[in-house]
Every structure is written in structure tokens, then in C-alpha cells.
């Protein structure tokens, strides 16, 4: 991995003070999706953490997985399953749901793909930009072994877990939170 990415990914991110009714920091990743040259490096160096796994689809939660999850698919020549949040999603045809634990905000979320995209003997990546609690990975590898693939890992661009769920999960990524 290029240690120009890593300097580039942390110079062009921000936390942001919402005031003082909020009780964290929040942090700011539109710099990295305004960088052409951050854009171009992401897809590879994600997809590189996993290569020797051969992953045959992408599987990434909006939001920003609909950016992160195709850039590393386009990299690693296979195709995309996109993950909707919320227990629905804008589409007419069989989905498979899994039901989260509370993330770092303590929400719980449902997360939802199209069931016919995923296939028996897939071997999915989970990609993400960043995480904290592992609870939508988590529930996306019980939806990708549900349809009879095989959860290889996550890729993140951010990794802010333990060193437990890094482990159950197979985390790997560019950064730790502690660099930013």
C-alpha cells in the first residue's frame, strides 16, 4: 500500500464540533471523495489487502459503501452487491435481511441485499470505510453465508475495532482511527 494514500487520506480528513449539545467529534470524509488522485488509489489499495483470498463480489452498506464497495470491485475484476440499510429498499424482487447489534451510536439496523445477487459459493468481501463496533459486518457476513456464499473478510479504509472483532471479522485496513 502507497504511504502517499495513507498521507493523502489523512490530510484530506476532518472532525468536525457539532457544538456543545453533541457529546463526540464527527468526522468529515468529503475530502477524501473530492480527491481524484484518493479516488483512483482506493479501489486498488483496498482490494490489495484481500487479493490472495480471491473474493468473487463486493458486498458494501450504503452510504458511502455505494462509493468505496465498487471502486474495489472494479479492482478486483468481479461485480458489486449493494447493501440497503433500514428493513426496505427501493426494489419489487426477494431480499435477505439481518437484524444488526447496536453500532457506536447505538442504533440497530436491519441490512438487506438482493437475494438472488449474492450465489452459492461466492466468496464475498465486505467493504466499508470505516469500523468501530464490527455490528454491520458482522450482519453482513450472516447475509452472505444465508445465501450460501462465503464471507472472506472486510476491508476498511478506517479500522477503529478491537482487536477481537478485527479477528472474528478478518478486518484489515489502510488506517487506524488513531492516525487521524
Known amino acids: ?9 489523512i490530510g484530506a480528513f476532518r472532525w468536525n464540533d ?3 449539545d453533541f457529546p463526540h467529534l464527527v468526522s468529515d ?4 471523495w473530492r480527491s481524484p488522485s484518493i ?3 482506493l479501489g486498488p489499495a483496498l482490494a490489495g489487502l484481500f487479493v490472495a483470498e480471491q473474493p468473487t463480489v463486493v458486498v458494501a452498506p450504503e452510504v458511502t459503501g455505494f462509493v ?3 471502486l474495489v470491485a472494479i479492482a478486483l475484476e468481479v461485480g458489486f452487491v449493494e447493501a440497503y440499510k433500514g428493513g426496505h429498499a427501493p426494489v419489487a424482487e426477494p431480499m435477505t435481511w439481518a437484524q444488526a447489534a447496536p453500532d457506536h451510536k447505538g442504533r440497530r439496523l436491519s441490512l438487506g441485499v438482493r437475494t438472488r445477487q449474492l450465489r452459492p459459493g461466492d466468496r464475498a468481501l465486505i467493504v466499508d470505510d470505516w469500523i468501530t463496533t464490527g455490528a454491520q459486518s458482522r450482519a453482513l457476513g450472516e447475509i452472505v453465508t444465508a445465501c450460501g456464499a462465503v464471507p ?3 476491508a476498511a479504509i478506517v479500522a ?3 482487536p477481537e472483532v ?4 478478518r478486518v484489515r485496513s489502510i488506517l487506524r482511527a488513531e492516525q487521524l
Do not use: F, N, R, Y
Open 160 to 162: 477503529e475495532c478491537t
Open 1 to 9: 500500500m502507497s504511504s502517499d494514500l495513507t498521507t493523502e487520506l
Open 39 to 41: 479516488l483512483h488509489a
Open 18 to 20: 457539532p457544538g456543545h
Open 29 to 32: 470524509l468529503s475530502g477524501w
Open 152 to 154: 472472506v473478510g472486510t
Open 68 to 70: 468505496v464497495g465498487p
Open 166 to 169: 478485527a479477528a472474528e471479522l
